[in-house]
């Protein structure tokens, strides 16, 4: 990925999803004191009222959470016994997290897989958009077109725990490749250009900014 390309399609989202973005910013707010510890996550304040809103609002999926049968309370057990796996990639950062470390991969793909399971919840969309919330320095959201589009790229990559992790690597490889063109375009390091480009967009995560290119990318 070309660094222009990036900046571009970024900022094109800005100006089409600037007023949608509030509730983003809103939801990673309220979950701040949950992603140091998600023993701390409570199924009415921040499932409820964060979680389940920002996926109808911002996410769009009101059918999807508000059908009957899903198991919020199960869902919540499942999320805070996570703890452990969300704790070995807490702090990393996008740009030089190892995911060929097996402890790093097998806490993602324990991740995905946990969630996986549960009826509707449990949609590839829909885990990758509450995964972005919990962590959004590292975990990338996704949806049918975008995964399609790096499954041609990658057939590694697909609707698996193993898929999503190959996905991950895709996204570092691809924004690594925009930052290092930066940095021979500036002479910059890489952790200068990287407060640049998020101080571009709110302090946005690397993360997010991919995935608004992704977004972009789609044809919006």
Request: with cysteine.
């Amino acid at each position: 990925m070309r660094y222009r390309e990036l900046i571009d399609k970024a900022d094109k989202f800005e100006e089409e999803y600037e007023l949608t973005e509030c509730m983003y910013f809103g939801a990673i707010e309220k979950l701040k004191d949950v992603r140091e510890d998600l023993g701390r996550l409570d199924d009415i304040k921040h499932i409820q009222r964060v979680i389940k809103l920002f996926l109808i609002q911002w996410g769009n999926m009101t059918r999807v959470v508000s059908r009957k049968g899903l198991d919020w309370k199960g869902f919540g057990v499942t999320l805070r016994s996570l703890e452990k796996e969300f704790g070995q990639i807490r702090g990393e950062k996008f740009i030089t997290i190892d995911f060929n470390d097996p402890t790093i991969a097998n806490a993602i793909k324990n991740m995905y897989s946990k969630l996986d399971p549960f009826p509707y919840l449990g949609s590839p969309t829909t885990i990758s958009k509450i995964l972005h919330l919990l962590n959004p320095e590292i975990l990338v959201m996704w949806d049918n077109a975008i995964e399609r589009r790096y499954h041609r790229m990658n057939q590694r990559v697909d609707y698996t725990p193993q898929g999503y992790l190959e996905f991950l690597k895709e996204m570092q490889k691809e924004i690594g490749q925009a930052l290092e063109e930066r940095k021979i375009e500036t002479g910059q390091g890489l952790d200068v250009i990287e407060r640049e480009i998020r101080s571009r967009y709110k302090n946005k995560t690397l993360a997010k900014i991919i995935d608004q290119y992704n977004w972009m990318s789609k044809g919006h």
